[in-house]
């Protein structure tokens, strides 16, 4: 879809759909593209509903899971392999702030931390 539209159509349609699956999923848990929590306030709106996690993942890890969705994902589209890291980096940096802003921060690098996740997810249902 984002292809089709330009970028703040499609962030404005995001953040209408984020706040229309929380009114009907309140107790829903909702994973979010990496650009949603930066637009139109939408780490606002989410920490307002609940818990919110900022999955802390590394640039290599980022790029392991980019690297084959080009064709799928206007953004890095054409991009080389160190076009796409050096876009993996901006990208995080320009954004991190509006991550940091989430009620728990968990780095998923982290095996043990998992189940720590996991038990504190529960915990707030």
Excluded: W
């Excluded at 970028?7 to 990496?34: M, Q, S, W, Y």
């Excluded at 991190?96 to 189940?115: D, P, R, V």
């Amino acid at each position: 879809m984002f292809a089709r539209l330009d970028e703040i159509k499609f962030r404005e349609l995001e953040t209408r759909h984020l706040k229309n699956c929380i009114a009907a999923n309140p107790d829903a848990v909702i994973a979010l593209g990496g650009g949603t929590p930066c637009f139109n306030g939408n780490m606002d709106v989410v920490n307002a509903a609940g818990m919110s996690v900022y999955l802390k993942t590394e640039t290599a890890d980022l790029f392991a899971r980019l690297k084959d969705q080009k064709d799928h994902r206007p953004l890095i589209a054409g991009k080389t392999d160190d076009e796409l890291i050096d876009f993996i980096m901006k990208k995080v940096s320009e954004r991190e702030s509006f991550y940091y802003q989430a009620k728990l921060i968990f780095h998923t690098g982290e095996k043990e931390g998992a189940e720590q996740l996991a038990e504190v997810l529960k915990s707030c249902m």
